[in-house]
């Protein structure tokens, strides 16, 4: 069992930056393959972001590729998602996933473990 907490959302203005986080306890946070999903009212649940147990495979949605970054802290058991040059389409809550695989997905039907998600609201 692994359990996901997410932090740092929060309201900004179109333009601005923000950086979430997402702190994994439970098992080897490292034999995880971690993903950064969003979901807007009214609207399914869509990939963001995600990232190998090492952190040498990193995919990207094509909505956000060349302004979002994702990275992990093996040492910390934490994951983040750099979130710059927000948009007010970026605004949703945003959840952390992971799933124990060497390699990385990006289909939400891959993850096991989901948190509890952190509002992020860009105003335009």
């Known amino acids: 069992q692994v359990q996901l907490v997410e932090s740092g959302g929060g309201l900004v203005q179109a333009g601005g930056s923000l950086r979430l986080s997402c702190a994994a306890s439970g098992r080897t946070f490292s034999n995880y393959a971690m993903g950064w999903f969003r979901q807007a009212p009214g609207k399914e649940r869509e990939f963001v972001a995600a990232i190998n147990w090492s952190g040498g495979r990193k995919f990207y949605a094509d909505s956000v590729k060349g302004r979002f970054t994702i990275s992990r802290d093996n040492a910390k058991n934490t994951v983040y998602l750099q979130m710059n040059s927000l948009k007010p389409e970026d605004t949703a809550v945003y959840y952390c996933?992971?799933?124990?695989?060497?390699?990385?997905?990006?289909?939400?039907?891959?993850?096991?473990?989901w948190g509890q998600g952190t509002q992020v609201t860009v105003s335009s």
């Open positions: 996933a992971a799933v124990e695989a060497r390699g990385v997905g990006t289909s939400k039907y891959e993850y096991d473990y």
